[in-house]
């Protein structure tokens, strides 16, 4: 991994780690004002809008394991799975699109079907 891959990796794993332990403030930092986040209930403009997003989350979370990190040049793709007491492991992935050392862009895929049936929302067959 070049020098420029493992920038964009370390800006996405910084950002990753901060909000998965409830450090938003630090978490923020890493997030270009205007940044540009599309998540499963619908895309986000700036980063207080990511931030409102994010918290009552990762205030939830019990335990977050980062399964892999990859990048290249301008992006940077994590593997996660993450738990709270209600649900065990609800996997995730994020897709960051770098620019200026700062998250301009991100894609979140995530799995919320563990919540659905925690909930009830959902039965399992």
Known sequence: MSE??????EIAVAYHRAWTTGDLDAAIKHLAEDVTCHAPSG???GSAAVRAFMEPFAA???KSTLIAAYGSYDEA??????ANRAVPSAPGAELYRIHN???????????????????GDVVRT
Do not use: S
């Open 60 to 62: 939830t979370l019990t």
């Open 43 to 45: 895309t986000l403009n």
């Open 101 to 119: 050392d700062q998250i301009a862009e991100i894609h979140i895929i995530f799995d919320r079907l563990p919540f659905a049936l925690a909930r």
């Open 4 to 9: 420029k891959q493992a920038k964009a990796v």
């Open 77 to 82: 793709i994590l593997m996660y799975d993450t």
